[in-house]
């Protein structure tokens, strides 16, 4: 069964570093998110893409988060310049036709900012 | 779903039981609705969505029920198994979103042998 994966599973940083966040969506998919998830809280909407540009975003993606799909099967989600509230996990999703389809979710990458 | 915390809600079940999570939303925009499940150290998987224009809907051995007029939703699970156990999170989506997901605060379902 196709699935979303995710790279690194696991990511420490230093505060003010840039991290790269990767993620291979299933490959039919045209529309891309990433969601983080502080610790014990809520999975919370960050990003959504289609047609390389970002359709939708929150309050939570700042001038500090950038995505970009740089080839046919990738989708970064890049943090400039970390700060110590960033740790959290990540999952990248994707889905086939946007809004009434299923969203795959990834295994999530965690990132820890020290 | 409303304020976010450390704690989860909990709820625990003897195996073969019926299951009942309950969500409430806030958001009368609200047109799609869906049922997630976390198991520790992996991502949400989808269990079964709601449109808006239904009241209830049934996949295998779970059912969800959508009240809109005092905003929501429930998850039934029959026949609750060991594998069961795991957070559940609601989702919902506004209306002319492309799919921005606002997840409840989750239900950790403990299921007791």
């Known amino acids: 069964e196709p699935e979303v994966t995710q790279t690194p599973s696991h990511q420490v940083t230093q505060m003010g570093q840039e991290v790269i966040l990767r993620c291979v969506p299933i490959?039919?998919?045209?529309?891309f998110y990433w969601y983080r998830q502080i610790l014990g809280q809520k999975v919370e909407f960050l990003v959504s893409f289609y047609n390389n540009e970002i359709s939708e975003k929150s309050e939570i993606f700042d001038d500090q988060f950038s995505v970009e799909r740089p080839d046919g099967s990738n989708f970064t989600l890049k943090i400039r310049s970390t700060k110590l509230e960033d740790s959290a996990m990540y999952f990248c999703?994707?889905?086939?036709?946007?809004?009434?389809?299923?969203?795959?979710f990834g295994p999530g990458t965690r990132l820890t900012v020290l | 779903g409303e304020s976010v915390g450390l704690h989860l809600p909990t709820l625990s079940v003897q195996e073969g039981d019926n299951s009942i999570i309950n969500c409430a939303y806030s958001?009368?925009?609200?047109?799609?609705f869906i049922w997630y499940k976390q198991e520790s150290g992996k991502g949400p998987q989808f269990i079964i969505d709601i449109r808006s224009n239904m009241d209830k809907r049934q996949g295998q051995r779970v059912t969800v029920l959508l009240n809109k007029t005092v905003k929501h939703l429930s998850l039934q699970i029959a026949a609750t198994q060991p594998g069961d156990s795991a957070v559940y999170f609601c989702a919902d989506r506004n209306r002319g979103s492309q799919g921005n997901l606002i997840f409840g605060k989750g239900t950790k379902l403990s299921v007791k042998p």
């Open positions: 999703a994707s889905s086939e036709s946007g809004a009434w389809d299923e969203q795959f």
């Open positions: 490959s039919n998919h045209l529309y």
């Open positions: 958001n009368s925009a609200s047109d799609y």
